[in-house]
């Protein structure tokens, strides 16, 4: 789900964040939303073939050959590792009618005209010129073709609810947090690393592209965990927090974080605030003692278009 330019070290591409992102495969969507609405405003064709913008390793493609088992998907990532990822996978589990390969979003390797379907999810906000692939997705589509885009708005205002924070942070803390927020907006911005606020502005971007936007929705997935954690949607979500939470074993995350503050005109300061702004330590410490509680969701826009 990465594109150019990346970091030196590119922190996503580890086996620890492979099973972190096989586990967000399993929480990202409700499948009676996606299965009941999502499936059919997407009418992809029988047969059809379905190119996979920024896949990862593998999480919208393999839905798709879930449920629709007919379909021929293709997956393209810039990083080589998430598509080794994805294809092992998909030979692990039989799944003759995926096909995943390295390749620029920016500027993808096919004809135009050679896809019925053209998707991404939370890819937009990660690469330099959002405009530039959409653009490329609309190319590739037949006449007729459907493009989907599932991506974020995140504004930095804090919308989730935990019992660990929710004593810490006043007005003030949120504040700080706002202020430091854009900075590493700006800052992905400065090295090209995309746009956290993209995902609402997806419909303009379709329509730009000469694409004819028919729906625009917002997915209803919410996190939540609450003790006793009897369901198994709330367990996925509480093993998902125990990974994202769990130590670094280096400092690379806290590198990429500090590279990106300073590029949008932040301090070492704010970069070291931001990191810490997350008490992760009592977050594990409340999950092992079995009282940790939380709810929220990010704003994830879906967008529907057809080629004309």
Not at 1 to 19: F, G, L, V, Y
Not at 122 to 141: F, I, K, N, Q, S
Not at 209 to 223: E, I, K, P, W
Not at 229 to 247: D, F, G, I, T
Request: glycine content about 8%; charged content about 25%.
């Amino acid at each position: 789900m990465s594109e150019q330019p990346a970091p030196a070290h590119n922190p996503w591409i580890d086996d620890e964040t492979a099973r972190f992102l096989r586990l967000r495969m399993k929480t990202f969507w409700n499948m009676d939303y996606f299965q009941r609405v999502i499936l059919p405003l997407l009418d992809f064709p029988p047969n059809g073939h379905i190119l996979d913008v920024g896949c990862g390793n593998g999480g919208l493609s393999l839905l798709l050959a879930e449920l629709r088992p007919d379909l021929h998907i293709t997956g393209v990532d810039f990083e080589a590792d998430p598509v080794a990822d994805a294809t092992a996978f998909a030979a692990r589990h039989e799944l003759a009618q995926l096909h995943f390969e390295q390749g620029d979003a920016h500027q993808l390797r096919f004809a135009e005209g050679a896809f019925d379907g053209a998707v991404c999810q939370t890819v937009l906000t990660h690469v330099r010129a959002a405009p530039t692939v959409v653009g490329e997705m609309a190319r590739v589509l037949k006449p007729g073709g459907v493009f989907f885009a599932a991506e974020y708005t995140e504004s930095g205002a804090i919308t989730s609810y935990d019992t660990i924070h929710e004593d810490k942070r006043d007005e003030a803390w949120h504040r700080e947090h706002y202020r430091i927020s854009q900075l590493n907006r700006k800052g992905k911005l400065a090295l090209g690393r995309g746009d956290d606020t993209v995902g609402v502005r997806v419909p303009l971007l379709a329509t730009q592209s000469g694409l004819d936007v028919y729906d625009v929705r917002l997915n209803d997935r919410a996190m939540h965990v609450f003790p006793p954690y009897r369901h198994e949607k709330q367990q996925n979500y509480l093993e998902l927090s125990k990974l994202y939470h769990a130590p670094a074993a280096d400092d690379r995350w806290f590198n990429l974080t500090l590279e990106i503050i300073l590029a949008g005109g932040g301090t070492e300061a704010d970069a070291r605030w931001y990191y810490a702004a997350t008490d992760s330590a009592d977050i594990l410490q409340a999950i092992e003692a079995g009282a940790f509680t939380a709810t929220g969701a990010f704003a994830l826009y879906l967008t529907f278009a057809r080629k004309p």
